[in-house]
Nanobody
Framework: QVQLVESGGGLVQAGGSLRLSCAAS????????MGWFRQAPGKEREFVGT????????YYAASVKGRFTISRDNAKNTVYLQMNSLKPEDTAVYYC????????????????WGQGTQVTVSS
């Protein structure tokens, strides 16, 4: 499995922006599709978006499409989640995940996970 470490979370006002990073190690990063998920207190883990191995294809949840952008730098073994126009309902712990298959939106299909980073959006 690949090891993942997220960073970049924090407190931001509504309408603001944050960029999360997820650094991978242990395996060949470019062999893995990457996903971002989030989990608010008392709620199930929710799909945010995913990116394929080369970064040429992305797919987003309807709730974040047009506001969030996923990208990756395979030379740096890092995937990013740029979050713009943040809303209080975006408040959650954000996780990155990896799997060798692309196209999954269910968290149960991802084999490797980071520890998560807290994002809090104040109104």
């Amino acid at each position: 499995q690949v090891q993942l470490v997220e960073s970049g979370g924090g407190l931001v006002q509504a309408g603001g922006s944050l960029r999360l990073s997820c650094a991978a190690s242990g395996r060949t990063f470019s062999n893995y599709a990457m996903g971002w998920f989030r989990q608010a207190p008392g709620k199930e883990r929710e799909f945010v978006g995913t990116i394929n191995w080369s970064g040429s294809t992305t797919y987003y949840a309807a709730s974040v499409k047009g506001r969030f952008t996923i990208s990756r730098d395979n030379a740096k073994n890092t995937v990013y989640l740029q979050m713009n126009s943040l809303k209080p309902e975006d408040t959650a712990v954000y996780y990155c995940a990896a799997d060798q298959a692309f196209g999954y939106t269910n968290y149960r299909n991802f084999g490797s996970w980071g520890q998560g980073t807290q994002v809090t959006v104040s109104s």
